[in-house]
């Protein structure tokens, strides 16, 4: 029989276990093994068997057991220890609050926002490494005491669940997530009411949601969710399931995740008292709406400024941070026009906000785009004043592909500058990795990441290697459990699985490689020859062994069917105690994946891997990288602390290029890899390969981190978008003067030109130290020289006169003439033989602007 109703009774604990409660309200349990060793002992075997999931531990744990923990003295005094560095960790001062009280200024708080969160394997809202970013970006915000607020969406199936068919075809399910059964609690209004937020839709009645809140340290993230008594049931499917539905359902969920996600922080900081965003952080374009429901604040909302569009339009820009996260325009969300204007209309989402100032904000108005739809992305940019990538390559490759956006400037100088990600380390590095540093002295709570990481000199090779040994033998043991699970899945008998009793071995070179099925990923590169591969993993003295994971998006058949190779070959009797593909990947799978591998495999084509964070976390313990030279690898590869598969970019013909890098790919293994792995001294350890583990783990170990994103964050974009913000919204008159002299340049800019350029002070034979003396004559017409920067640029030039390699240096004005002319000087020294060029130009010039490309337009001889 089927139930009607299913809900989660809580458990009432008795009071002297009620700090109990308390650590399993708060997600900082996830990345602290002291409060993971309370719940363990609990009940060790329901430790395990839920999951490791404390809301289900406390649930299913008898009332004689919490009797008999509450008379235990030792359980109390270690419950009463983790409490108490919980209760110190969320109320006393961390980097941030240092730094404020140091007298460097920041913004009071920051919302962000997200379409997913990868924050624990017991909240599964998450599909892959954007939301796994997000996660680890609240993490270490936490960590660092910065005041950020999550703003998410909570999906009732979340992604899905990966099984394979005995053919090796992915099979997804969908199970229902009870909200009362996670670690989240429902906001409340003050009389007990559940708090709600609504969204008026063109199709019926206002959509409704209610906000959940979960605590990840100090750091609250509110998710949304239609799922409730009032809407009809295709307004309660709007959050069913990430990434799932139609267009006009992916609309509908990133409508709730911006407008909606702003109105839930507003009803969040009245209710709590929490500071209201000073900055507002979208994580890609998905909720990118959230500047629209900040223009109807600004413009028609009531008890609001009342601004006009331009005024409300800059206020928000100055104030938004956004991160692109996509290295190809696939990518992107684009949704048709058509949609757009129907769900913001008069009657729509954000009313009163004119439609015909939104649909522009979108429009993809430049040379190769499609005036029929609306792109995100593009939106995101326009509403934005700060925007970013994820690696120093991929901000390169973002101006390439938004340089539409700024015809006029060259890539380099499009607004778009990158803060490469980084990894929450107490998530996601072993627990005997890090007692290995403290060994020696090193304090993991320490601001100095350096001299953590630098304690792995202080290591000897020997206990290096052995903790190796152990964190390898955990994953084969890990592996097996899922192997033997997928099987039985997959309709195998028990009595056909004696294989996987020795399958894997926790002494051989283990390669790992876990990712979404993307097909830029090349899941099955190491697939191209597979003589080649097997003759690796059945070597006699060097075998390796491969295990890898990662779903296909359900509608994506092509990704699918690289997994089926990868399992058909893990299947067959030869090699299947060499090859493993574990099934449902997902947080839990990770953490004992990225210590136990010894390599981590990242071959994607060239430059479509916007950053990727897993060899990052397979750095952080010990793992060397192989990977091709793309997203974070491209910067900090240096030669010893991995290896670099060969890229055959320049090779039109894919199939050629694929063949090309796996043999490359091959070579390495063979050659370099499994030889340095191997070759052991008289106490069987590696020590040229613990070399580049010890020169890895220092070069890479305070990079990688997302304390070091995150601060990076702090410092480049929020605290700077917090001040320019204060200076337009003090009383508006900042945005109000901004809006009007961009309007004036714009209208102006038409009879902005270079009429005349002159130069002196270098003869036929100019030599390196020469001074040029540098005349401009400009014509300005409404303009004033105030409103522009005249700029010199130079460089070394080729024989088409194309400029590269150049520097910009402002001209100052020296006279003025009639009609609006004027002329404007400068020197330059010649600092380098060899071509030189120059030229002349005109852009806007504002303090309060961000870069002289943000209005995207300029003046040329």
Known sequence: MRAIRRFTVRPVLPAALAALGDLAGNLRWSWHPESQDVFAAVDPDLWESTGRDPVRLLGAVGRARLDELARDTEFLAALGAAHDDLTAYLTGDRWYQRRLAAGVDGPAAIGYFSPEFGIAAVLPQYSGGLGILAGDHLKAASDLGVPIIGVGLLYKHGYFKQSFSREGWQQETYPVLDPDGLPISLLREENGDRAMISIALPDGPELLARIWVASVGRVPLLMLDTDVEGNPDHYREVTDRLYGGTSEHRLRQELLLGVGGVRALRVFSRITGHQAPEVFHTNEGHAGFLGLERIRELTVAEGGPQLDFDTALEVGRASTVFTTHTPVPAGIDRFPRTLVEQYFSDAGATPGVPIERILPLGSEDYEGGDASVFNMAVMGFRLAQRANGVSQLHGHVSREMFNGLWPAFDEAEVPIGSITNGVHAPTWVAREVIELAASQGADPESDDAEGFWAAVDKVSGADIWATKRVLRERLVVDARKRLARSCEKRGAAKAELG?????????????????RAASYKRLTLMLRDPARLKRLLLDPDRPIQLIMAGKAHPADDGGKKLIQAIVQLADDPEVRHRIAYLPNYDIAMAQPLY??????????????EACGTSGMKSALNGGLNLSILDGWWDEWYDGQNGWAIPSADGVVDADHRDDLEASALYDLIENEVAPRFYD?????????????????????????????????????????????ARRLNSDYAGAVELAAWKKKVRTGWSGVRVEHVESSGVGD?????????????????????????????????NGEDELSDTTVSSLLPAESYEAGRHRFDGDVVLDHSGSFGYTVRVVPRNDLLTSPAELGIVALP
């Open 765 to 797: 034979a100019p030599e390196v130290g020469d001074t040029m003396s540098v005349r401009a004559f400009v014509a300005l017409g409404d303009l004033s020289p105030a409103d522009v920067d005249v700029q010199l640029v130079h460089g070394r030039s």
């Open 680 to 724: 052991v001294d008289d106490e069987g350890v590696p020590t040229r390969w613990l070399e580049m583990t010890r020169h890895t783990l220092k070069s890479l170990g305070p990079k990688v981190l997302a304390t070091r994103m995150v601060s990076d964050y702090v410092r480049q974009l929020y605290t700077p978008a917090a001040t320019t």
């Open 595 to 608: 210590p136990g591998c010894d390599v981590w495999l990242n071959n994607p084509l060239r430059p479509y």
């Open 499 to 515: 294989w996987i009793e020795t399958a894997l071995d926790p002494d051989v070179l283990t390669i790992g490689f876990a990712r």
